[in-house]
């Protein structure tokens, strides 16, 4: 796989998972820079900051260059495949937003779409993976449906594996884990202004 590949597979597909795009050195040094102080996440920034527990379990932090050198060379890496995907399929994508996501053991986040059509700037997601080692028994698969609701796939959590979707197309959810699992979501937005709101990152 590479960008032209991933260019292609969206287009066709609306999504695709990219193996193996960074080496087992960078997942570690990236898995290394993640700092302590976790957060409960919340369901959507849209709605009340609520900690929707039945819906998500995870915990997670923003990504911030200010975190090191491999989590700015992550943002780097976004950055060049958001100029890339921007010529040749024009979604507009204008910046990018990730946070860390730590699922410890039992914990899932329920199917559900990371963007509404026109309810949100969110157009692509980004999910790359931490986990060395990971087997079936381990759980916590990402499982991807269509917008009826087919099943197209479950994705192992597997360390250097990056996963690339259409926002709005892709209902989705994370089985529970059995060990503890890390993952980087982040989301390309096109700019615009939701409602009558400024439309701030985050
Ligand atoms: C999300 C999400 C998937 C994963 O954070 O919105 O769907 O595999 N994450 O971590
Ligand atoms: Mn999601």
Aim: proline share 4%.
């Amino acid at each position: 796989m590479n960008v032209d590949t991933l260019i292609d597979a969206i287009h066709t597909h609306g999504w695709c998972i990219w193996d193996d795009f960074l080496t087992p050195e960078q997942v570690s040094e990236l898995r290394a820079s993640i700092p302590a102080n976790w957060q409960q996440s919340g369901i959507g920034r849209d709605m009340d900051y609520v900690q929707e527990a039945r819906v998500r379990k995870d915990k997670i932090q923003w990504l911030a260059p200010e975190m090191g050198v491999p989590v700015q060379y992550y943002l780097q890496q976004m950055e060049d495949l958001r100029a890339a995907v921007n010529r040749h399929l024009y979604l507009g994508l204008f910046e990018y937003e990730a946070h860390f996501a730590k699922y410890e053991p039992g914990d899932f986040y329920k199917k559900h779409l990371d963007s509404f059509r026109g309810q949100s700037n969110r157009k692509l997601t980004t999910v790359f993976y931490l986990n060395d080692h990971w087997v079936a028994e381990d759980g916590g698969e990402l499982v991807m449906y269509d917008l009826d609701d087919q099943h197209l796939a479950q994705v192992a959590p597997k360390a250097g594996r990056l996963v690339v979707f259409l926002s709005e197309n892709f209902p989705h959810e994370v089985l529970p884990a059995h060990k503890r699992r890390y993952s980087i979501a982040g989301w390309y937005r096109v700019n615009g202004n939701t409602g009558d709101r400024l439309d701030v990152a985050r």
